[in-house]
């Protein structure tokens, strides 16, 4: 690709990002199922128990990074094509490809950003003693983390409905059962069988895995391996979003 | 796809199907730099399915689009570039502020921050928006929400400028402020392309119309050329100071079609004047006195229902 178009389709993913972030970041179902769910979830889980907080703080991390990343790429193409805004927004210079990747840069960044919160206030309360290649982990391990789940996000928004609530129904309804089949609640390492391989299947294991090796030390999938599946699951994830994309791309228009 | 170096629009056989429907049939025509080129249809002829092939929103079956020599399917950016645009229904960000809505416009035309900053304050301020630029456009009214619209789409001084129905539903100043904006445009060398349901804003508007009926191109020309074209559709508009037989003139052999409005008939013919003459004898014999009397040429609204019913 020329220098010139490189530009060109950089600067159009990051002006899409940029208006998603001003605009959907603070709509009520990102705020919703982004944020206050997974700390009722946490807070139900944790408060009045005697679970070992220091030991499931990895997975509790990754499924926050999980529902914040996931919360806004449902929201953005359906609210657009109800609010008259889609048509417009296609009739800029931009692609398919740059309209997927924006949205995919705008629920990753939110992702990152609140989880940087989360990370850091769990490392200070457990008392994780982090060494600086755990931080590295732990970062490069949130960046992967937050793209492949924005990216499951995005794809989840491209079926062809106008309403915002039917799109995050269908994600929720994705979305939880990824959550119970992942080692937040147990971790990996003490999964057996059927419940293990289930765990392999979904890519919030990949994540907890490797916060669970930046934060604790150890973890049961070699980190590379788990980086791997990660890229893997980001790249099915937008491939399968700009099919169906394509394919619904007018309806509701 | 044959185009004349002066082609800033160039469309070939351009067809759409939708399942067993034929949206756009066939269709070819070109717009010349600098054109005001209206395109007419009634509701679901294929105005917006075509209008959206030739923004690069949709792919055609068929056919080929080129803006300005760019063929936009093989190279829809270089194409889009070129181009600003109002789809049929769209609507602004209202989350965001006027100012807001047209920076982001200009970005995405790769317009750098100060130039973009400096021209949306000028076009805010012609669109009579320059107090409401900082609001946000949720609180707006439809009018200033299409000005808004429309200053996004001319933010980048685009060569051709695609609006899909810019005054349809406004108020009666947003309208005129709109039509002015589009004629400076256009007097300053910007290609225009306009569908409209207002048959007499693209009468006064547009320097050529195209009108598609059941997704084909049934007529091309100026709008004079066209009046001229469908001549039947003169006619002699007249009303007389008491109620009268008007058999008599129907008779006359002058008359191709008559209709009623109240107390006024109008009589179609292929002869205006000899038929205005018949009438004014009629009138002395019967000692009638007009309160109107007026020969009509075709308007372009009744050149558009005869191509239309037809």
């Keep these: 690709m020329p220098r010139d178009a490189l530009l060109s389709y950089l600067r159009s993913i990051a002006l899409i990002a940029e208006k998603d972030m001003r605009i959907y970041y603070t709509k009520p179902p990102v705020l919703m199922f982004g944020f206050l769910f997974p700390l009722f979830m946490f807070l139900a889980f944790s408060l009045g128990r005697s679970a070992d907080l220091h030991t499931l703080f990895p997975g509790l991390a990754a499924m926050f990074v999980f529902f914040v990343a996931s919360s806004v790429g449902p929201l953005i193409t359906p609210w657009e094509k109800r609010a008259g805004t889609y048509e417009r927004l296609l009739s800029f210079p931009v692609t398919v490809n740059t309209l997927i990747l924006g949205d995919v840069v705008a629920g990753m960044l939110f992702g990152i950003i609140i989880n940087i919160i989360i990370l850091t206030a769990g490392i200070a309360a457990f008392g994780y003693s982090v060494s600086f290649i755990g931080v590295l982990i732990i970062a490069l391990s949130l960046m992967l983390g937050a793209f492949c789940f924005s990216a499951l996000g995005v794809l989840l928004a491209s079926p062809a409905s106008t309403n915002p609530s039917n799109v995050m129904l269908l994600s929720n309804l994705v979305r939880f059962p990824l959550i119970f089949i992942s080692g937040i609640f147990v971790p990996i390492a003490s999964l057996q069988g059927i419940a293990r391989v289930a765990a392999y299947c979904s890519p919030i294991a990949y994540l907890v895995n490797s916060f669970e090796l930046g934060l604790l030390g150890s973890a049961a999938i070699p980190l590379l391996l788990g980086w791997a599946v990660l890229i893997g699951f980001s790249v099915v994830f937008v491939l399968l979003a700009r099919t169906l994309l394509k394919r619904n791309l007018m309806k509701g228009l | 796809?044959?185009?004349?170096?002066?082609?800033?629009?160039?469309?070939?056989?351009?067809?759409?199907?939708?399942?067993?429907?034929?949206?756009?049939?066939?269709?070819?025509?070109?717009?010349?730099?600098?054109?005001?080129?209206?395109?007419?249809?009634?509701?679901?002829?294929?105005?917006?399915?075509?209008?959206?092939?030739?923004?690069?929103?949709?792919?055609?079956?068929?056919?080929?689009?080129?803006?300005?020599?760019?063929?936009?399917?093989?190279?829809?950016?270089?194409?889009?570039?070129?181009?600003?645009?109002?789809?049929?229904?769209?609507?602004?960000?209202?989350?965001?502020?006027?100012?807001?809505?047209?920076?982001?416009?200009?970005?995405?035309?790769?317009?750098?921050?100060?130039?973009?900053?400096?021209?949306?304050?000028?076009?805010?301020?012609?669109?009579?928006?320059?107090?409401?630029?900082?609001?946000?456009?949720?609180?707006?009214?439809?009018?200033?929400?299409?000005?808004?619209?429309?200053?996004?789409?001319?933010?980048?001084?685009?060569?051709?400028?695609?609006?899909?129905?810019?005054?349809?539903?406004?108020?009666?100043?947003?309208?005129?402020?709109?039509?002015?904006?589009?004629?400076?445009?256009?007097?300053?060398?910007?290609?225009?392309?306009?569908?409209?349901?207002?048959?007499?804003?693209?009468?006064?508007?547009?320097?050529?119309?195209?009108?598609?009926?059941?997704?084909?191109?049934?007529?091309?020309?100026?709008?004079?050329?066209?009046?001229?074209?469908?001549?039947?559709?003169?006619?002699?508009?007249?009303?007389?100071?008491?109620?009268?037989?008007?058999?008599?003139?129907?008779?006359?052999?002058?008359?191709?079609?008559?209709?009623?409005?109240?107390?006024?008939?109008?009589?179609?013919?292929?002869?205006?004047?000899?038929?205005?003459?018949?009438?004014?004898?009629?009138?002395?014999?019967?000692?009638?006195?007009?309160?109107?009397?007026?020969?009509?040429?075709?308007?372009?609204?009744?050149?558009f229902v005869t191509v239309t019913e037809g």
Excluded at chain 2, 189 to 197: E, I, K, R, S
Aim: charged share 30%; net charge negative; with cysteine.
């Design chain 2, 1 to 303: 796809m044959k185009r004349d170096r002066d082609d800033v629009i160039a469309v070939a056989g351009l067809t759409k199907r939708f399942g067993a429907i034929t949206a756009v049939d066939d269709v070819s025509f070109s717009v010349p730099e600098g054109e005001l080129f209206g395109f007419l249809g009634p509701n679901g002829a294929g105005k917006t399915t075509t209008i959206r092939m030739l923004t690069g929103i949709l792919t055609p079956d068929v056919g080929e689009v080129s803006i300005d020599g760019i063929d936009i399917q093989k190279h829809p950016i270089a194409a889009k570039m070129q181009m600003g645009i109002i789809p049929e229904m769209s609507n602004v960000y209202i989350e965001l502020t006027a100012k807001q809505n047209v920076v982001l416009a200009g970005r995405f035309y790769g317009m750098h921050r100060k130039d973009v900053e400096e021209r949306t304050d000028k076009l805010l301020q012609q669109f009579e928006l320059s107090d409401r630029k900082d609001d946000r456009v949720e609180g707006f009214s439809k009018g200033m929400k299409q000005r808004v619209l429309i200053a996004s789409a001319l933010v980048h001084i685009p060569k051709v400028l695609f609006l899909d129905e810019p005054t349809s539903g406004l108020d009666v100043h947003s309208q005129r402020l709109i039509r002015a904006i589009i004629r400076e445009m256009n007097d300053a060398g910007t290609t225009v392309f306009l569908t409209t349901h207002n048959i007499e804003e693209a009468n006064t508007l547009c320097d050529r119309v195209g009108i598609i009926n059941r997704g084909a191109l049934a007529a091309i020309d100026t709008p004079e050329r066209l009046k001229q074209a469908f001549n039947e559709t003169q006619s002699v508009e007249v009303a007389f100071d008491k109620p009268t037989d008007v058999g008599e003139i129907e008779r006359s052999g002058l008359v191709n079609r008559t209709e009623r409005t109240g107390d006024t008939w109008r009589f179609y013919t292929d002869d205006p004047d000899a038929l205005a003459k018949w009438i004014f004898s009629f009138a002395e014999r019967r000692k009638l006195s007009f309160t109107t009397l007026s020969i009509e040429g075709a308007s372009l609204e009744d050149v």
